[in-house]
């Protein structure tokens, strides 16, 4: 076997040393699209830039059409798109504090639907009182927070706005433990025949594999025992996003760049 295939980055569970990693996860579509998963956070690692270690990558931007959103994210004078925000801790040793977290969807003239649909999970996260969208005027045209409804839609010109304020309410002592939360790390895997082989105790319900630009890519993965093997030759440069999804809801997300 010769050379290495694939760079692969796997999240796996490591337990977090000093204040525990507290993460929100949801989902901004229209009504034409699928949508983009978003995750925000905090972590006592975390800077105000770009943290790979944290699952934050740059993003080119907006694709020319469709829709789209991610984070801003601007350190040094220099601005960035990213599906992943995850903010330090603040400076104080306050029990309640906020983040706020800058969220940026695509222009409607780019070809997006006549709304924007927003979905989470309830109840939160634990280490989470409140989570409220808002316009960046402060709440003055657009404001919602996440509840037992699960889903919040806007419509008219309220879906034509492009930038929105996320404002998360944190109360980290109410994780009760420290708990093992994923982070990045490297591994390195090598295939003779340009496939990513990646160990599962059962056999996935569904396998998509995803651009860094959230297109969908085509792939037959293959499943055997104890394993899934799924093809990277044909794959063009660049990294990529692969979501398993099992029966019981788990969904599986793995990072790799080819």
């Not at 029990?95 to 977290?101: A, K, P, T």
Request: charged content about 20%.
């Amino acid at each position: 076997m010769y050379g290495v295939a694939l760079l692969f980055f796997v999240v796996t569970l490591v337990t977090a040393q000093e204040r525990p990693h507290i993460e929100l996860r949801f989902l901004v579509s229209d009504e034409l699209n699928e949508g983009v998963t978003l995750r925000c956070g905090i972590d006592s690692t975390a800077t105000d830039g770009i943290d790979p270690t944290l699952g934050e990558f740059p993003l080119p931007g907006h694709p020319p059409s469709g829709f789209h959103a991610g984070w801003e994210i601007v350190s040094n004078g220099i601005g960035d798109l990213s599906y992943t925000d995850i903010r330090p801790y603040p400076d104080s040793t306050v029990e309640h504090f906020y983040r706020d977290y800058s969220l940026n969807i695509s222009p409607r003239y780019a070809g997006r639907g006549d709304l924007l649909i927003f979905r989470w999970d309830y109840p939160l996260p634990k280490g989470i009182d409140s989570v409220v969208v808002m316009d960046r005027l402060q709440g003055a045209l657009v404001r919602f927070q996440f509840g037992p409804s699960r889903m919040d839609t806007l419509r008219g010109s309220n879906a034509d706005l492009e930038r929105f304020l996320v404002r998360v309410y944190y109360s980290p002592a109410r994780t009760l433990t420290i708990m093992d939360q994923p982070r990045m790390q490297l591994h390195l895997l090598s295939s003779s025949d340009g496939e990513i082989v990646i160990p599962v105790i059962k056999q996935p319900m569904k396998v998509m594999l995803y651009s860094l630009l959230g297109k969908r890519v085509e792939v037959t993965p293959r499943f055997e025992v104890d394993a899934l093997h799924l093809p990277a030759n044909h794959l063009p440069a660049g990294w990529y996003v692969l979501v398993l999804s099992f029966l019981d809801g788990t969904r599986i997300k793995y990072t790799f760049v080819r």
